[in-house]
């Protein structure tokens, strides 16, 4: 990795009924916000919101959704690879993919290369309970972990409640993530934004660059932005309030990982990833995919 400026970008959707007009507003609108940010700050690596083409929720059943949107790349890839070429940056968003059949949505994140081209898509291992096609909302999980080779370094990508699971951002750092991307959509609360971003980035020394939605959606939705940028040692360098904007940050290896806590004289001498029991994880590995709930009373959507 080298060291470069990178931004997260928040974006309200549009608080109207999804059609494809609403969608193309959305895209033009996030697409004049990237233009901004990268004439401000000179950012080589822009990340914007989850769903920013049509909004998190979009208000209908999966089959109309999968009507409106479209296959990667296509209609709803191609402004952005358009913007990411012309600047020549490194850009990542998040959109809902038309799938094998009528009916299958991916929520999806894009990154774009400086030439336009699209170097990865990853689809949300872990939608978030509402957002389930199998409870009754519109998006089917995928299953793979994707860690993207770039100029910049190696960029992992997650999707919002992702940030949840260490598992999934471990083992994109065990395959050599150095940033991990999180564009979001995300509804509960400040405090578990806060604290999954700097819990990811410190439990594997990666940074992390959230991008949260703000405003209000076609269903009446409200996001508080507060996108954030975290170093590899959980120090906050870049944060967001809840308007339309862009934070900023430099991103630089060098420095990363140079003391213990912000500030601090004394050295970073431990290594989350290096550091690990392979050998515990390896004779409990089988406890990894043990089905399991919590035992604490709960509403099951």
């Not at 550091?275 to 994880?281: C, F, G, H, T």
């Amino acid at each position: 990795m080298r060291a470069f400026t990178a931004a997260a970008v928040q974006v309200r959707p549009r608080a109207e009924p999804l059609t494809p007009e609403t969608i193309k507003a959305n895209i033009d609108h996030a697409v004049s916000y990237v233009e901004q940010c990268v004439a401000d700050t000179s950012a080589e690596l822009v990340v914007l919101p989850e769903t920013v083409t049509t909004g998190f929720t979009p208000g209908c059943p999966p089959e109309r959704l999968w009507d409106l949107v479209a296959e990667i790349p296509g209609g709803l890839t191609e402004p952005f690879q358009e913007v990411a070429g012309r600047l020549g940056v490194h850009l990542v968003w998040g959109t809902y993919e038309r799938g094998e059949e009528r009916g299958v949505v991916y929520n999806s994140a894009v990154l774009a290369g400086p030439d336009g081209s699209i170097r990865g898509v990853y689809h949300k291992t872990h939608p978030f309970c509402t957002e389930l096609r199998s409870k009754g909302g519109w998006v089917t999980p995928g299953n793979d972990v994707v860690v993207v080779e770039t100029e910049l370094g190696n960029i992992g990508m997650i999707l919002c409640f992702d940030g949840d699971y260490p598992e999934l951002s471990r083992i994109a750092a065990v395959r050599g993530a150095e940033v991990i991307v999180r564009p979001s959509g995300l509804l509960r609360s400040a405090d578990i934004w806060e604290l999954t971003n700097r819990a990811r980035a410190y439990d594997n020394h990666v940074f992390v660059i959230g991008a949260n939605c703000t405003g209000i959606d076609a269903t009446g939705m409200l996001y508080f932005g507060n996108s954030m940028i975290v170093t590899p040692v959980a120090e906050v360098i870049a944060r967001a309030a809840s308007h339309e904007c862009w934070v900023s940050a430099r991103l630089d290896p060098d420095e990363a990982m140079r003391s213990l806590t912000p500030g601090s004289s004394i050295a970073q001498g431990f290594d989350h990833l290096a550091d690990r029991n392979l050998e515990m994880i390896r004779r409990h590995s089988d406890d990894l995919t043990r089905a399991k709930e919590t035992s604490f009373p709960h509403v099951k959507l």
